[in-house]
């Protein structure tokens, strides 16, 4: 039964979208969790992924002086290199993105997989976190650290609950990068993925015949609510790694992932969850 009118709902899951597509906490499981519970309707596809592409507007304006200074020194090498490796990144996970959108692996309609995502990852950072202790990284993204980032992103859209930038970040900091620049490296790489997901699903969807069920007024909706609370994220992160771990992240998907994990044990033991 649905608690809030759509229009409230719509709100609060863009507010969610926002605020955790670049925390290392997953947003698309955040998206799911309110959804499967029974908390919030449940959207399409095509909302959930729709929505994440107002999030780009958040990365473009927080670094507007960095895509400027991209844009206006094109002939000098450095910047070429790191386009290419932006779009070698990228590229990586179009062509994963196209294969799963051919493959029709879609959302998860239950919230284990999510869980189990959630909670794996928090080990996944401590254990980056213990490797990489003492050891500032290099501020040159290399080769590797820009297809294993493409890589990663494919990883975590096959397992919602990983977190995009979550997983392509500590792959960066994994392959010896230094935490600002594995995160710079990842918000941007975050844009073209983005947009490129929400245009693919939007065409899917028409090509499919689904748009005329689709209400796209609240997808509008979602995707600005996405893009204000995203813009205070971004801003808050960028200062944030500067001086801190990303272990304070690993404990909450610790603890948020086994309370699902025994929320959904309950629930097939059919004991009551409450």
Do not use: C
């Not at 813009?231 to 699902?260: D, E, K």
Request: net charge negative; proline share 4%.
């Amino acid at each position: 039964m649905e608690t809030f009118p759509t229009w409230i709902a719509v709100v609060i899951l863009g507010l969610i979208e926002g605020a955790t597509e670049f925390l290392p906490i997953s947003s698309t499981g955040h998206l799911l969790i309110p959804q499967n519970l029974g908390w919030l309707p449940r959207q399409s596809d095509l909302f959930s992924i729709v929505i994440q592409s107002g999030a780009v507007i958040a990365v473009i304006a927080v670094f507007a002086g960095r895509v400027k200074s991209l844009a206006t020194t094109l002939r000098d090498p450095q910047t070429r290199d790191y386009l290419a490796k932006l779009a070698t990144a990228f590229g990586i996970t179009a062509i994963g993105g196209i294969v799963l959108k051919v493959l029709d692996i879609g959302l998860p309609e239950s919230v284990a997989p999510v869980a189990w995502a959630t909670f794996v990852g928090a080990f996944v950072i401590f254990g980056v976190e213990a490797w990489r202790k003492n050891h500032a990284g290099e501020e040159r993204i290399d080769w590797n650290v820009a297809i294993a980032v493409g890589l990663a992103q494919i990883l975590a859209a096959v397992f919602p609950g990983t977190s995009r930038s979550g997983a392509s970040i500590l792959i960066a900091m994994a392959l010896g990068a230094a935490r600002p620049s594995a995160t710079e490296f990842s918000f941007l790489v975050g844009v073209p993925t983005l947009l490129a997901a929400g245009v693919l699903e939007t065409f899917s969807t028409i090509r499919e015949g689904g748009a005329a069920g689709e209400d796209w007024g609240m997808v509008a909706l979602g995707t600005l609510v996405s893009a204000a609370s995203a813009f205070l994220v971004v801003r808050w992160l960028i200062r944030f790694v500067q001086s801190h771990t990303f272990n304070g992240f690993a404990w909450y998907r610790l603890v948020l992932g086994a309370a699902l994990l025994v929320w959904v044990a309950m629930e097939e033991s059919g004991a009551p969850a409450e």
